[in-house]
């Protein structure tokens, strides 16, 4: 039964692809012979080749004419079990054909020559005349024999190839000096003859036989002048990778992913965005959405890993400057799988992955006993409390001032209601409450999941190639009501449609539906209530939550009247959920004519379509729409209460709408003079529009199910507005609904070239003009070239090189240019916002941007030098590139004239600069059939500094309070600064180093004060891969590490009135008496408003060195296991591979800080701990049909 359901799927969706493709199972079906007894019958050779194919999952090559009137026995194909070799044997030899390996499951087919007569096995061709007869083994760098071997003798009618055991024997002419031996995937190796007749031969692997594809061409590695990394499908598929963001951490030196942001080459812009250019399939692919505060911002494109063949990182000015006034930060070019010859290719993937719950306790909050003890510490220590009990518990209740549950129970002492025996016991009771386990924990959160299904299938023959891959993801989150579900299409097919021309099209569709809590997610639970706060009684039911009412407004609520002030969270979740649906398209197409066999035309479009639809319904009964109505209310007339807004539903949407389309022009010319001459050129222009539109529009009083709305009159609420509830608000026009629209233009003209001399020398040169509607009108600033220049020099080729047995391989390469930036939230024209007035009720306007014809591209001056090297028959290879990126005119903020009507502008004003050196190895430290062993090192150090802005601070909590909008000249951008702290002094206050290098207490805001700590971004990053490979079993163990940087960590400190909000622990050290100082950093708690405490020990604790911490840390990525079924076991199903898999992710870190604390889970801007980053679990399965 297995069989039959596995050939039906087969013939449906072979005949499904058939529709769109124009062959498939039943083209194939056609073409084999009708016979009558096909077990006795002779059949074509290549009819046997086909069912080979079918069968044992190989492929094979040869030309068309070897297989002509050739036949076998038919009988011979029903041999189950058989070596896939015996059974070529059996085939092919008695037409005198021969089969060669070649790789994995594919074979080459070749005519038998005319036998030598010393050796039949082997195949050989001489000139006439005088000629010695060689033999020997030709073997691999693990000593295994290489059947297929070309060997040449000098004239090119003498050579031979070697058999399956690796053995050759050639004729040569007795003049014959070397020998040439060729092999697919290594390097050529020549040999002196000398006097010997028996030449045994090792070959090594071609360190550089892959391509490098930039996006505009692909040439071959060897021949490339810049910095490139590369990483292929086979390395990719050793571990299961979810996103883009996870296939580029760690394979690739150079590029850095860190906290959600990915660079190249460290940071060479403050404002112009500093994510890479993403390149698909030869397309720019830039995803661009507005972001909460509705600015541009670019996220990395969405694309299936499972459709990856490689991605290349173009690093330096000769890889990347052809990508112009966009190529400063990178360029990351993604070639998807393209089908190979042979039967149609099934492939079905699957994975489940599970992520543990938060381990909250990370966040190091203080427990419920450390606040309930602060609490005590507040009642018996203030003064007021001290002096008048009574009045203070009635000021405190009077005010805005969120009484805790603890401090309620012992100002019912102060009140007289109960006894401090009483409040002892029930404080006593509070100590056992865990919020954050017990409610939080266990029944608001849920373990994260993620279930992926792959389906792929590939089909090639000589004028045809067809690719389809679906992907769908069902994922749930940490919150309860945080749930997505993906489903991505992707669909490419190449056709010959004559010798000279080539189409290839291509299409991406994804729809993505997301729910996300609107609010009262987890995270804001327990950054708000207290551990010992319960959000559910004994018996299950929501308990509301701490509100921040004083005791007026409570009357007030209950004079009016008005809607309840108390939140609830378990119900509040499922009343403002926030719905995304997501599609996206990107379509693109190619023609390809052949004008010579050294010149083609290329012409190709792109379009991409992205739009999301975001919807928010906030029920009428959900705290925020009460909260809100309450604040709109006010009394009429006849005293009654009337609402401003209208009361009922909210109904909030969203549009973003993203189009792109990208039309490219290209000359390309590739000739070869006198086998030592290559020259390679292309030139192109190319025309590229993004258009980005965003529509908001908010509902009052909506019904979902009848769609409809109340309007109402906005004038009235444009001034600030105080309601029944004493709380002001303002409603503006923007608020109800609002329209944005940007567009980018651009139009390039380009030119890309290369000379190769004799294989080992190489001179490279582009150059680009990029005009746009970003740039300014100054005719100074316009088509000015970015460009660059690179030279090569492959020395191992060299004659004085071949005595050094144990080189392989070593280039030597450099590079210089200049390549360029685009800020989108910039243009160089005069920007105005329209609306309407709230007193004339008019249309208005407000100019938000002053005009800059000066505006230009921020650019980037890259040198770049470094060299490729194999050794030992490449058992060690690797690169190193030493780098300097000098950025000029980069967009910052300066102060200008207020006579112009503006206070500062954005200008080209900056400068920065990155110097770095990255280092990438592959050791093959054991390789032989039954075991393997390989270590990958990528490594990389990059040092930044800015060295141009027009910024001076005025105080120093604008630098030790904000990591990312401030920098100083001659440090790092995005560094941290603190204030230098020197302990606590007998009155138990913090003290600082003030700019005479003295300790104080006292307020000081001069900058001078504020001390650089480090750069909050890694300096040194990197990945150790292990891959080791026994018999079907594979493992994968990645480590990825960052160091060189610094982290701000929380500090156990609390400044309030009184103790009403979450803290960190620690606060139980607090200094209490004199001496205290000597055993403790932690300030003292002040229960009294006093100078010093407001403006100094809230600051010089909390941004103090004391909570500055070194960043590095080595995290254990993942972890893979799989294992590949025996064929034995599935020659009944007729099922090609079937391997299954275990992963894990973060499995565990080492941090260097000595505190526990994991880096890449803190704060992006320096506030300390976030939530942590658990372990994921992966199981999963791969079938190839």
């Known amino acids: 039964m297995g069989i039959c359901i596995k050939q039906s799927l087969r013939g449906v969706l072979c005949l499904g692809l058939g529709v769109i493709t124009g062959y498939g199972a039943v083209a194939q079906t056609k073409s084999m012979p009708a016979v009558a007894n096909e077990s006795a019958a002779r059949v074509p050779i290549k009819y046997a080749l086909d069912k080979i194919s079918a069968q044992y999952g190989t492929t094979f090559t040869y030309e068309a004419v070897l297989l002509k009137n050739k036949f076998t026995t038919a009988k011979l194909l029903a041999a189950n079990g058989k070596p896939v070799e015996e059974l070529l044997k059996e085939i092919l030899y008695p037409s005198e054909l021969l089969f060669l390996y070649v790789d994995k499951n594919h074979y080459t087919i070749v005519a038998r020559q005319k036998k ?26 693990d000593g295994n024999p290489l059947p297929g071997v070309t060997i040449q003798g000098e004239g090119e009618k003498s050579w031979a190839i070697t058999d399956n055991n690796g053995y050759y024997i050639i004729s040569v002419p007795i003049t014959s000096n070397s020998l040439l031996f060729t092999f697919a995937g290594m390097e050529q190796k020549k040999v002196q003859i000398g006097k010997q007749n028996t030449i045994d031969v090792s070959m090594a692997n071609k360190i550089l036989n892959e391509v490098v594809v930039t996006g505009y061409q692909t040439l071959s590695k060897e021949r490339a002048t810049g910095a490139f990394s590369t990483v292929k499908s086979a390395d990719l598929e050793k571990r299961r990778i979810q996103s883009l963001s996870q296939v580029l951490e760690g394979n690739l030196p150079g590029l850095v992913t860190y906290k959600g942001d990915i660079s190249v080459r460290g940071i060479s812009t403050f404002n112009a965005g500093n994510s890479p250019l993403y390149v698909i399939d030869g397309f720019p692919v830039e995803k661009i959405g507005y972001n909460s505060n509705n600015r541009l911002t670019d996220y990395v494109p969405d694309i299936n890993p499972e459709d990856i063949e490689n991605i290349t990182v173009l690093k330096d000015a000769a890889a990347a400057s052809i990508y112009g006034a966009r190529a400063a930060n990178g360029v990351v070019v993604i070639t998807t799988k393209k089908a190979k010859s042979g039967p149609m290719k099934i492939n079905l993937s699957g994975d489940f992955a599970i992520t543990s719950k938060y381990d909250l306790s990370y966040l190091n909050k203080a427990d419920a006993n450390e606040l309930i003890d602060l609490t005590y510490d507040y009642y018996d220590n203030n003064p007021a409390i001290k002096t008048n009990p009574i009045a203070e518990a009635a000021r405190l209740r009077a005010g805005n001032g969120l009484i805790t ?39 608001l959160m849920r373990a994260a999941s993620n279930q ?141 004519a052949k004008i010579t066999s050294w010149l083609n035309y290329d012409i190709m ?58 039309f490219r022009n290209q000359l390309n010319f590739n000739k070869t003079i006198h086998n030592r001459h290559d020259i390679v050129v292309i030139a192109g222009s190319e025309t590229r529009e993004t258009k980005l539109n965003r529509n908001y529009n908010a509902y009052f009083g909506y019904d979902p199910l009848t769609l409809k709305y109340i309007p109402f009159n ?97 280039k030597l390469r450099g590079s210089y240019g200049v390549n360029g930036n685009v800020a989108r939230n910039a243009g160089p024209f005069m920007v105005a916002s329209y609306g309407y007035n709230s007193l004339t009720n008019n249309q208005s306007g407000n100019i938000g941007t002053p005009p800059n014809p000066n505006l230009r591209w921020e650019k980037t001056t890259t040198t770049n030098i470094g060299f490729d090297f194999s050794i030992f028959s490449n058992r060690l290879s690797g690169s190193v590139d030493v780098y300097n990126k000098k950025s000029n005119d980069l967009l910052s903020t300066v102060t200008i004239n207020p006579a112009l009507g503006f206070v500062s502008a954005y200008v080209n004003n900056g400068a920065m600069l990155n110097r770095g050196i990255e280092l990438s190895l592959k050791s093959q430290v054991i390789r032989n059939s039954a075991f393997g062993w390989e270590v990958v090192l990528n490594s990389s150090y990059n040092k930044n500094k800015v060295t141009r802005v027009d910024y001076t601070p005025q105080t120093a909590s604008e630098l030790v309070n904000n990591v990312a909008n401030y920098y100083l000249q001659g440090n790092p951008f995005k560094s941290l600064y603190a204030y230098s702290y ?67 960590d929380n500090m156990p400190y609390s400044i309030s009135s009184f103790p009403n909000g979450v803290t960190t622990a620690g606060v139980k050290d607090a200094w209490k008496k004199p001496g205290d100082e000597l055993i403790t950093s932690v300030p003292r708690i002040s229960w009294e408003y006093d100078k010093t405490a407001a403006n100094n020990r809230s600051g010089y604790y909390l941004y103090s060195d004391a909570a500055i911490y070194d960043a ?28 299954v898999r275990v992963q894990a992710d973060n499995l565990f870190y080492i941090g260097f800080n000595g505190k526990g604390i994991d880096p890449e889970a803190t704060g992006y801007s320096g506030s300390g701990r976030t939530l942590p980053i658990m372990p994921t679990y992966n199981f999963g399965f791969n079938i190839s049909l």
């Open 405 to 443: 549950p603890a401090l309620d129970y012992l100002l019912q002492v102060a009140e007289g209601k109960i006894t401090r025996e009483e409040a002892d016991a029930k404080l006593n009771g509070l100590r056992t409450q865990n919020l954050y386990n017990q409610q939080i924990k266990d029944n």
């Open 982 to 1048: 020197m302990g606590l002094n007998e009155k138990g206050n913090p003290t600082i180093l003030n700019k005479e290098g003295k300790p104080t207490d006292a307020l000081v805001t001069s900058p001078d004060i504020a001390h650089y700590m480090g750069s909050f971004i890694p300096v040194y990053s990197g990945a150790l891969i292990n891959n080791f490979s026994y018999k079907r079993f594979q493992l994968s163990v990645m480590f990825v590490y960052n160091a060189g940087h610094v982290l701000r």
């Open 452 to 592: 992926q299904y792959n389906l792929t299938m590939s089909k090639a023959t000589a004028g045809n190639a067809f690719n389809f891959s679906a992907t769908f993801k069902n994922m749930q989150g940490y919150d309860l009501k945080n749930n997505s579900k993906y489903l991505g299409l992707n669909i490419r097919n190449s056709v010959n449609i004559n010798k000279w021309l080539l189409a290839d099209v291509g299409a991406f569709i994804s729809y993505g539906d997301v729910t996300n809590p609107g609010s009262f997610s987890v995270s804001d639970i327990f950054n708000q209530q207290l551990p010992y706060e319960p959000i559910y009684d004994e018996k299950g039911n929501p308990l509301p939550l701490r509100n921040a009412l004083s005791s007026q407004q409570i009357a007030d609520y209950q004079k009016y009247n008005l809607f309840s002030a108390d939140r609830y969270y378990a119900n509040e979740v499922d009343m403002n959920l926030i719905k995304t649906k997501t599609l996206a398209a990107r379509m693109n197409g190619r023609l390809n």
């Open 714 to 810: 906005v004038a009235d609420l444009t001034n600030r507005f105080t309601g029944l509830n004493q709380k002001a608000a303002q409603l503006t026009a923007s608020d109800l609904a609002f329209m944005m629209e940007n567009i980018n233009r651009y139009f390039s003209f380009y030119s890309n070239g290369s000379y190769t001399y004799n294989d080992k020398y190489m001179a490279s040169g582009s150059i680009r003009y990029d005009l746009s509607n970003l740039f300014g009108t100054n005719p100074t600033y316009q088509y000015r070239p970015l460009w660059s220049a690179g030279l090569s020099w492959i020395m191992s080729k060299e004659e004085f090189m071949a005595g050094i047995k144990w080189l392989d391989y070593l």
């Open 605 to 662: 479009f792109q379009y991409e379509n992205i739009g999301n639809n975001g919807e928010q319904l906030m029920d009428v009964n959900s705290y925020y729409m009460r909260n809100l109505l309450n604040t709109y209310s006010a009394l009429d007339a006849k005293g009654n209460v009337v609402y401003k807004l209208p009361v009922g539903n909210s109904f909030r949407k969203t549009d973003d709408y993203y189009r792109a389309y990208t």
């Open 116 to 141: 030598d007569a010393q050796n039949m096995s082997s195949i050989a061709m001489a000139n006439d005349g005088e000629k010695r007869s060689l033999n020997g083994i030709v073997k691999d760098a």
């Open 1112 to 1139: 590095s840390y080595i995290k254990a990525r993942n972890i893979a296991l799989s294992y590949t079924l025996p064929k034995s076991l599935l020659q009944h199903v007729n099922i090609g591979d079937v391997r």
